[in-house]
């Protein structure tokens, strides 16, 4: 008899551990988010790690995520009429403002499949097609109009790597937009700053109430 661990029913364990609320600075969107978000990530490291389920990035409005969302929604030419992807989507938050105002189509690619079938459950609770991809496309070009990143610089290596991706697309001419609350390994170089936000965020994973969240564009 095997040992191993029954694969969890994703979507059944994210309506179960989440609740359906607006988005602090973009009311417009509903998301699945942990309220008690301690009790989830407590969860996601000890009672699940026998089965390597990964931290629930997917669960939380990060405050870049954010600010992408607001500015998107606010400047809706942006997006309109373009294809759209919203790189490491985590909840799908920026796919489905990009969605929301009118981008022809919007992909939302994240590495953690929970954050697949997140994406997956919030955009039909928003009534927004969004295809959701469980993939590491860093170094792939499939002709994007617009690559959103939210809240990708918290680690070195990712950071140095998402970038120097990020780079050449826009080098090629696709609008590259960041957006980020000061996490420590956003480049001090190659970005326009394009807006900035005071976001609500949770006190339990970050280290305040309210981020200032920059939307920067990437120069090159």
Same mark, same amino acid.
């Given at each position: 008899m095997?040992?191993?661990?029954?694969?969890?029913?994703?979507?059944?364990?994210?309506?179960?551990?989440?609740?359906?609320?607006?988005?602090?600075?973009?009311?417009?969107?509903?998301?699945?988010?942990?309220?008690?978000?301690?009790?989830?990530?407590?969860?996601?490291?000890?009672?699940?790690?026998?089965?390597?389920?990964?931290?629930?990035?997917?669960?939380?409005a990060? @405050?870049? $995520?954010? =600010?992408?969302?607001r500015?998107?929604? !606010?400047?809706? #030419?942006?997006?309109? %009429?373009?294809? +759209?992807?919203?790189?490491?989507?985590?909840?799908?938050?920026?796919?489905?403002?990009?969605?929301?105002a009118?981008?022809?189509?919007?992909?939302?690619?994240?590495?953690?499949?929970?954050?697949?079938?997140?994406?997956?459950?919030?955009?039909? @609770?928003? $009534?927004? =097609?969004?295809a959701?991809?469980?993939? !590491?496309?860093? #170094?792939?070009?499939e %002709?994007?109009? +617009?690559?959103?990143?939210?809240?990708?610089?918290?680690?070195?290596?990712?950071?140095?790597?998402v970038?120097?991706?990020?780079?050449?697309?826009?080098?090629?001419?696709?609008t590259v937009?960041?957006?980020?609350?000061?996490?420590?390994y956003?480049?001090?170089?190659?970005?326009?700053l394009?807006?900035?936000?005071?976001?609500?965020?949770?006190?339990?994973?970050?280290?305040?109430?309210?981020?200032?969240?920059s939307?920067?564009?990437?120069?090159?």
């Open positions: 095997s040992g191993a661990a029954p694969e969890l029913d994703r979507d059944a364990f994210i309506r179960a551990h989440t609740r359906l609320l607006p988005v602090p600075h973009a009311p417009e969107i509903a998301l699945h988010v942990a309220e008690e978000a301690t009790e989830l990530w407590q969860k996601t490291e000890d009672e699940l790690a026998v089965i390597g389920l990964p931290p629930p990035f997917w669960a939380f990060w @405050a870049g $995520g954010q =600010a992408l969302a500015h998107l929604l !606010d400047h809706p #030419g942006i997006v309109a %009429g373009r294809r +759209v992807l919203d790189f490491a989507s985590g909840s799908g938050l920026v796919a489905i403002a990009a969605a929301k009118g981008a022809a189509s919007v992909e939302a690619c994240d590495i953690d499949a929970f954050a697949a079938a997140a994406i997956g459950i919030n955009a039909a @609770a928003n $009534g927004v =097609a969004v959701a991809r469980c993939d !590491d496309i860093v #170094g792939r070009d %002709g994007w109009d +617009v690559i959103c990143a939210g809240d990708v610089c918290y680690e070195r290596d990712m950071a140095e790597r970038i120097g991706w990020l780079s050449g697309l826009s080098a090629r001419g696709a937009l960041i957006g980020d609350p000061g996490r420590s956003l480049p001090k170089a190659g970005l326009a394009v807006a900035t936000y005071e976001v609500p965020v949770t006190r339990a994973l970050e280290d305040a109430e309210i981020k200032r969240s939307v920067w564009r990437l120069t090159g």
